[in-house]
């Protein structure tokens, strides 16, 4: 079992939820849940509490906003969408972690042909 | 108030918006584990299930409301509300501790805030007028020969001068004001009772030149002083207490010396004339009727219009946009060359050029600057006692904190940070500091109505903006340092203190007690020298009130008397001569008299030129020989208790007709006749007319004021004078002479139901009102002496009784090792002894030089007194003494048994 699942790594929760909104739109917290378990296709265990933490996080540093509305089963939700800044966040965390990504693919690279 | 609801109303709004998004996040997360729990449903668990799986999956709800609540910045608030619970917990715990601090507090802000409100106001203050940077007081160093002025020589102007002045200047404004008498006040009756106001003769261009607007009516035109129209502005004041604020006061009818006035204005509020410590009740435009002479001073060569050498006038000039300070002055300076001898003898080559100066029109138009001078020494020595204040309350902080050092590492153990410990002991000392704030704002109003009353200023000195910016700046200021003071010991212990042995922990490291050793050595020295400044003026005070006045005021009732309906010379004599008979026949009444000027007001007139018995006096050329001189009734020697040393007092029989005398004192007789046998010998005016026989010689007495020295005097009888418009009354009465003043006042009422009394006192009253400002002076650094002693008492007691419980394990094993009571009692006394000579040594130099400011001050004493040190050490070694004694006995009565087990 803990062979296959994998926590979320640092910090990367907030990027992932970034882009959730920007690419799908207004979305409540459990519609991001689900949306990330989906994706992981069940490789990460989400503790969703964290969602919201991630989601207090963002809203403070004015990336997302949220608005109160109707869920699809007409339930009343708070939907989330990424803000002007976030968008502009967004951009440089992508670029970031694609660095990142790359210079650790890299050294894995190396690693593989020794 | 209306503040205070907007602050509560915001309140109870944020305690609702926290509630409600509070709610909407439980509803949010509810809602989550809601959806959660259908779709693990659908996926085919019970319902049971499926409600325990989405809370697994979800996680701890319950720290995440926590974040929640944390993330809002209302977060601080609830902080700062925990702090200020615990803060009073904390004082609360000890009351006398928080009662001493406090109180210190309130005592040195306190009387500085009032010391500064009165400063403020009489140093600082501009006049509540428009553009008062372009307003300036006209002062003059000096004034032509000949010229007769009213006292005040440095602001008194002629007539002509004046019109010189605003005709040919290019001043944008020249204004004039001449107070009604020489008290500043006047006779005026709205209704039926007669009563005196203060009030001022000005030009018409006063309220317009000066822009001081009005609350009702109209200021003053030109074409009122050139009228000399009889109207009248009102002052706020006078409004309110007079005609509370009745609109329709316009037109109404003020009689002021039984003239009529109309009202035609009421002036801006606040606006209360230029005479500084006189607020005044009412303007009228100058007038030329001769009961309203310039000062109210009898018409005998014409009035202030007419009389060219009448010094007189007050001026105030407004200069022209563009226009500097300088240029202004050169140009007035020499029309006043000009113009200053219309009237009087030309100026003589060689005659020192006379200065204007143009003084900036602040509230207090600084005449002399002996009571400025008076009030910097009060600031400095407040200040002294605030930074008594001040060192005390941070020792005390000190050693409290010092005493908490077990609570700060249990607490830094338990995982609070630095940053709450600095909030907490911040919250503190606000609460502290805001406690005695509120206490120092009631003792200043307090105070600083005493000051007025003591300094006889009537003025509203109430402190105002500024003052009250001031106090909330040393607040703001104790706090920052009374928070921050004890930080770095609090920081000091870290969480491993709490598990050392305490006794050892509260060993105070040499350094902390080699520090606390400096700040009481200073307090000690700045003690000395106020202690000093302190005997040195009471010693003054002591001076003035025993120095021989060589007459007898007790038992004397004065007041003054304006002859209203009496006029010219034979009638106004008639008039005093009838009250004079009238009032002797009162029951309980000894003797009655009339003086022109009250001896000890400070007035006198100033005269030179005279012949003894047709030559030079003694050999002095006639026009060199200076005299003072007052114009007295009959009887007035026997009644003020006055020596007759040879001939006879003035009598009933030295009428008009009778042959004319005179009474000279021995100084006179002395100087200008060469012998104390004057008596008979004839006196004139250089011409040789004007003839007098001196018909008596009286002991030297104190006249214009206590600290005068002896002058050559002479007293005239006013029945052989001119007109006489008022005079003062001197009653010598059995018993309290106040309680005559009924009786008096009904007296007078027969004769004239339109006269008031004026200003009423004892001549006991009129000698100390003289010296009324080194007497405030000096009694104020007393009480500052005073203070600075209690205050350093309390701070030397707590840190020596803190001292002593710190060493009571010390003194514990010692004992127990044998040494004896009094040696630990010596031990303790010691160490404060040896502290207060340190502060002695390093006192008495600081004395020296706050004496030498003093100086000028001082009446008949030196001020290197040797009492006043000697006393001030004797005081500051008794305060250390005591401040020991309760220690030290506390320390000996230790028992040595649970003193060691006590830890």
């Not at chain 2, 701890?60 to 944390?70: A, D, P």
């Amino acid at each position: 079992m803990a062979t296959d699942k994998s926590e979320v790594l640092q910090g990367t929760l907030d990027l992932m939820i970034l882009k959730t909104l920007q690419a799908l739109g207004p979305l409540h917290g459990f519609g991001i849940a689900r949306r990330l378990e989906q994706l992981s296709e069940d490789v990460l265990t989400l503790n969703e509490g964290t969602v919201y933490t991630s989601l207090l996080r963002l809203q403070q540093k004015n990336w997302i906003a949220g608005e109160w509305g109707v869920s699809e089963n007409n339930r009343r939700a708070r939907f989330y969408s990424i803000t002007r800044r976030g968008l502009k966040q967004l951009a440089v965390e992508t670029e970031n972690w694609e660095r990142i990504a790359a210079v650790i693919g890299r050294v894995l690279a190396l690693e593989a042909k020794a | 108030m209306i503040d205070r609801a907007l602050t509560l109303v915001a309140k109870c709004k944020a305690l609702f918006v926290q509630r409600r998004s509070e709610d909407a996040f439980d509803e949010e997360i509810g809602m989550h584990l809601e959806m959660l729990k259908e779709k693990l449903e659908h996926e085919g668990m019970s319902a049971q299930q499926a409600t325990r799986a989405a809370r697994r999956q979800f996680g701890n709800t319950t720290l995440l409301q926590q974040r929640q609540r944390e993330s809002r910045t209302t977060m601080f608030f609830a902080n700062v509300g925990r702090d200020l619970r615990y803060g009073v917990r904390q004082l609360a715990k000890t009351p006398v501790f928080t009662a001493v601090c406090v109180l210190t507090l309130a005592l040195g802000v306190g009387a500085n805030t009032a010391v500064f409100s009165v400063m403020h106001a009489v140093l600082l203050k501009m006049l509540p007028v428009q553009n008062a940077s372009h307003l300036f007081y006209v002062h003059t160093t000096g004034w032509p020969d000949g010229a007769s002025q009213t006292g005040q020589g440095a602001t008194s102007f002629a007539y002509p001068f004046y019109r010189a002045l605003r005709e040919q200047s290019g001043l944008q404004d020249v204004m004039a004001f001449i107070p009604m008498s020489a008290s500043g006040k006047a006779p005026v009756r709205v209704g039926t009772v007669p009563e005196e106001a203060a009030g001022d003769m000005v030009s018409g261009n006063y309220f317009s030149g000066l822009g001081v607007g009005t609350v009702l009516g109209r200021g003053f035109l030109q074409k009122d002083e050139d009228d000399h129209t009889a109207v009248v502005v009102i002052s706020e004041s006078f409004w309110a207490t007079h005609f509370g604020r009745s609109r329709d006061v316009l037109g109404k009818t003020l009689y002021i010396k039984s003239v009529p006035f109309t009202i035609v204005g009421v002036a801006a509020r606040g606006f209360e004339g230029t005479e500084g410590r006189l607020p005044l009740e009412f303007w009228i435009p100058l007038q030329s009727r001769p009961e309203f002479n310039a000062w109210g001073s009898p018409v005998k060569r014409g009035t202030y219009l007419t009389r060219q050498n009448f010094w007189c006038m007050k001026l105030m000039v407004r200069t022209a946009a563009g226009l500097s300070r300088g240029q202004a002055l050169a140009m007035a300076q020499g029309i006043f060359e000009r113009a200053a001898y219309i009237g009087v003898a030309p100026k003589r080559a060689g005659d020192k050029p006379n200065e204007l100066s143009f003084n900036e029109a602040k509230q207090f138009d600084a005449q002399d600057d002996s009571f400025a001078r008076a009030l910097k020494l009060l600031m400095a020595m407040v200040g002294l006692v605030l930074l008594i204040a001040i060192s005390n309350v941070v020792m005390l902080l000190t050693a409290r904190n010092a005493g908490r050092q077990r609570e700060f590492s249990v607490r830094l153990a338990l995982g609070a940070g630095r940053k709450e410990l600095a909030r907490q002991l911040l919250t503190e000392s606000v609460l502290l500091v805001t406690l005695g704030g509120i206490v120092a704002w009631g003792f200043a109003l307090g105070a600083t109505r005493a000051l007025g009353s003591w300094a006889q200023i009537h003025s509203n000195l109430q402190p105002d903006g500024a003052v009250l910016g001031f106090t909330l700046t040393v607040l703001l200021l104790l706090a920052l340092m009374f928070g921050l003071a004890p930080l770095r010991s609090a920081m000091s212990s870290g969480p491993e203190m709490v598990l050392r042995n305490s006794a050892t922990a509260s060993q105070a490291s040499s350094h902390k007690v080699r520090a606390g050793n400096v700040v009481i050595v200073t307090q000690i020295a700045m003690c000395l020298v106020l202690l000093v400044g302190a005997g040195l003026l009471l010693g003054t005070l002591r001076n003035l009130l025993k120095t021989p006045l060589g007459q007898k005021p007790e038992g004397l009732l004065v007041f003054g008397i304006h002859s209203e309906r009496a006029h010219g010379k034979e009638e106004s004599i008639a008039f005093f001569v009838a009250l004079q008979q009238r009032l002797r026949t009162i029951p309980g009444v000894e003797s009655v008299s009339m003086v022109d000027n009250r001896p000890g007001s400070g007035w006198s007139s100033n005269n030179s030129g005279l012949l003894v018995d047709g030559h030079k006096p003694n050999g002095i050329e006639p026009e060199q020989a200076g005299y003072r001189g007052n114009i007295v009734g009959a009887d007035y020697f026997r009644t003020m208790g006055i020596q007759i040393l040879q001939g006879r007092d003035f009598s009933d029989a030295d009428s008009a007709s009778a042959t004319k005398v005179l009474i000279v004192n021995e100084t006179f007789a002395k100087k200008y006749v060469g012998t104390l046998n004057a008596v008979g010998h004839v006196m004139s005016d250089p011409k040789g007319v004007d003839q007098d026989i001196i018909v008596g010689v009286i002991a030297d007495h104190k006249y214009t004021s206590i600290t005068e020295e002896a002058m050559p005097m002479l007293w005239t009888v006013f029945t052989q004078g001119g007109a006489v418009s008022q005079e003062n009354v001197e009653m010598r009465v059995q018993g309290d002479p106040l309680a005559m003043l009924p009786t008096v006042r009904k007296v007078v009422a027969q004769i004239d139901p339109d006269i008031p009394l004026l200003e009423p006192m004892t001549q006991s009253a009129v000698f100390a009102d003289s010296i009324s400002q080194q007497a405030l002076f000096a009694r104020l650094a007393g009480c500052f002496g005073v203070l600075a002693v209690v205050l350093i008492a309390t701070g030397l007691y707590g840190t020596l009784a803190y001292r002593v419980s710190k060493r009571t394990a010390e003194i514990g094993v010692r004992m127990a090792l044998g040494a004896q009571r009094p040696q630990m009692v010596w031990m303790v006394l010691r160490g404060s002894l040896l502290l207060c000579a340190a502060g002695v040594l390093a006192g008495v130099p600081l004395a020296m030089a706050a004496g030498k400011v003093l100086e000028s001050s001082l009446y008949g004493m030196k001020s290197l007194d040797l009492t006043s040190y000697l006393s001030a050490i004797a005081g500051v070694g008794v305060v250390a003494l005591l401040a020991s004694a309760v220690p030290a006995g506390r320390a000996a009565s230790i028992d040595p048994l649970s003193a060691l087990r006590a830890d």
